[in-house]
């Protein structure tokens, strides 16, 4: 895998063979009634190894669009039958945003208009023909760039960097929703509070980045038993928040003995240490109000499962 920055120790000639490879898996839509224009900017595209798809008309393209919603750039003339680049661009973007895929419109038409009414209606950028390859490949270059930041930024946004779960701030913003949703459906849910037991003497007597390591092979325990089930995020410190969307009370009572159990059973040293580690558990199931009432009650009974002695369920 190339980070950003390992990239600046290659030569000239490496970065451009990664950027062609990178390309390979990057999808751009070509839309355009003219076969010859057509014909035209997939060269271009393919000689930059990029993925290619083609549409004759609006209507096509967004067919296009629902097979490959992996699609990151939409290039589009404007005058087409049946549905034109403008119609188009509302379309695409009555269901994505301009962070989500990018749109260049193009156009020949000598209308100065022209730029700002495909703007205005959705596109990122806008390419007057004739235009040089390099003009081109510029402003696919950078539209696509532009759409990948934001994917990076997002991702990072709602991850937990050390663990690689979900965080605090995405599991509240992809749950709240639900859980209100279910209140007044009046579903229940299932949701599990989990907290690893003395993990600062693990630290103390191990050392940090010890620690750090116990955190992340239980995460990845956690995504494994439950990563199917429903949502894992880290919370905070030693703290994972589990909502077992597909489990009811009492499964969700054994899966997470299960859990607990092979946690308990493991040794987390490496070089011969042998080091244990238990977590305790609240788990709540009903029909809450809110999100937060929820994992109120589920904090409850973690509380209480560390008061009774750790290395428990408390449901
Ligand atoms: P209890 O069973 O009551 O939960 O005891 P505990 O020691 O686990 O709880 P406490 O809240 O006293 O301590 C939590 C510790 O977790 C303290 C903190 O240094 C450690 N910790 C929090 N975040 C991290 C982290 O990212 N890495 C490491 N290595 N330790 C962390
Ligand atoms: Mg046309
Ligand atoms: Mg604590
Ligand atoms: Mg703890
Ligand atoms: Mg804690």
Known sequence: YITKESRQSFTYLEQLLIKLRENQDIKVLIVDDSVNSRMHLIRLLRRQNYEVLSARTGIEALKQLSDHPDIKLIITDKEMPEMDGIKLCNEVRSQYSKDEISIVGVSGVDNPSLTAKFIKNGANDFLKKPFCPEEFYCRVTQNIEYIENIETIRRQAHTDALTG????????????????????????????????????????????????????????????????DGLCARFGGEEFCLFLDQLDQTEAEARLEQFRRSLADMNL???????????????????EPSLDALINQADHRLYQAKSAGRNRIVA
């Not at 750090?212 to 239980?218: F, K, R």
């Not at 040293?269 to 029909?287: K, N």
């Open 165 to 228: 779960l979900y965080n605090r701030r995405y599991f509240f913003q992809q749950l709240a929703p639900v859980l209100a949703n279910r209140h007044e459906q009046g579903e229940p849910s299932t949701l599990a509070m989990l907290d690893i037991d003395l993990f600062k003497n693990i630290n103390d007597s191990f050392g940090h980045q010890t620690g750090d390591d116990i955190l992340q092979a239980t995460a990845s325990m956690l995504q494994q038993h439950f990563g199917e």
């Open 269 to 287: 040293g490496e070089d011969g240490q042998d080091i244990r580690c238990t977590i305790s558990i609240g788990l709540a199931h009903g029909c």
